[in-house]
């Protein structure tokens, strides 16, 4: 349960979204057999509040992959009439699509990381999250000096900080080369794209919640009730597979803020640090400072031994 120093040489191997029209139904009828009627009832019981919640239209969505431009155009001005409709916000969704000739990789300097919490702060805002159970794709773990095991750590840690004898790791969703959550998902739901962001299709995933259980760095999130965000604090600046405000009964996940990032800027959680301890960019730029980072710190990855190929990296000075 350790990590480990690791190569950081830029892998040539290409991530491409690979989904099969597999479709819902079929899904729910593999897994009932499977499991056995018991089993499986109870494993998608959040899907009965969910269902009670959606739409003929949503329901009868096509996955995302295979939506037409016109498709997707008539699927995002829905979800911006209803978020107007649910939440009195004028918003406006993006279809960001992955930069040709990127991929995205971050890095996190533990030696300046002095737990402040900042970057959950903004993720919670940036993204759109449940305020009443302040939710957050980042958790902040305060962990012994002298271990990278995340076991021995505590994320409910309290008072002045940052603490003689500790340090803080921010672990966040890693964006693997080779996801588990995706090999799991039994609809396609979530899959890697060509920048190496792994996504979610929120209208087509079912909240069978095998990717939350299959991700070993606990990155997944599911929404048990209808995420609750006054008007005046949703950001409208939004995106199809990113910040926009998840339904009930789906998991969800960070995505670097592929709603910034496609578009040239940064994530929120690193503009949000006061101490400088990430670094963000794109690892093929031979010019990038995560490039000189990689090549010339000694970084560390979670969890190596499970073979997940992270994209999120570690360092000391």
Partial sequence: MTSTETDSTPSSKPSLPIVENFSRRAAVKAGFATLGAGAFV??????RQAAKNTSAAEFMQTHYTELSTEQKADVIAR???????????????????PIPG????????????????????????????????NQSY????????????????STTYTGVVPKDDKFYLPVQCQQCDEPPCVDVCPVK????????????????????????????????RFNWKKPEVPAAEVNPDQSYLSN??????VVEKCTYCLHRTRRGKLPACLEACPTGARVFG???D?????RWILENKRVYILKEELGTKPAFFYYFD
């Fill in 286 to 290: 031979k010019d990038s400072n995560i």
């Fill in 42 to 47: 109870a494993a998608i019981s959040p899907l």
């Fill in 244 to 249: 926009r405000i998840r339904p009930v009964g």
């Fill in 102 to 133: 990127t991929k995205f990789v971050y890095a996190i300097n533990l030696s300046v990381c002095n737990g402040n919490g900042k970057c959950v702060e903004a993720c919670h805002k940036e993204n759109n999250h449940d305020r009443d159970t």
């Fill in 138 to 153: 980042i958790r902040v773990i305060e962990m012994p000096k002298g271990t990278m095991d995340m076991e021995q750590g």
């Fill in 282 to 284: 794109n690892i093929l």
């Fill in 189 to 220: 739901a979530t899959w890697k794209e060509e920048d190496g962001i792994v996504v979610v299709d929120y209208n087509w995933c079912i909240g069978c919640r095998y990717c939350e259980a299959a991700c070993p760095y606990h990155a997944r």
């Fill in 79 to 97: 979800l911006e009439a209803e978020t107007k409709e649910k939440y009195g916000a004028d918003v406006t969704i993006g279809d960001d699509r």
